[in-house]
């Protein structure tokens, strides 16, 4: 069996809609795709 595809998604802080990417592709995406995030200054998720 085929490992899946790794996706990286970055930004700068990694607070909000790169972490949502992340959440919606490994949730709704095919299983051949597995996502995680990154941000190059990682702060707590924005509450906004």
């Not at 992340?22 to 941000?39: M, Q, R, T």
Request: with cysteine; charged share 20%.
């Amino acid at each position: 069996m085929n490992q899946p595809r790794r996706i990286l998604f970055v930004c700068i802080h990694n607070s909000g809609r790169s972490q949502m990417a992340e959440a919606f592709l490994n949730d709704l995406g095919s299983p051949e795709y597995v996502a995680e995030s990154a941000g190059v200054e990682p702060r707590s998720i924005n509450p906004d």
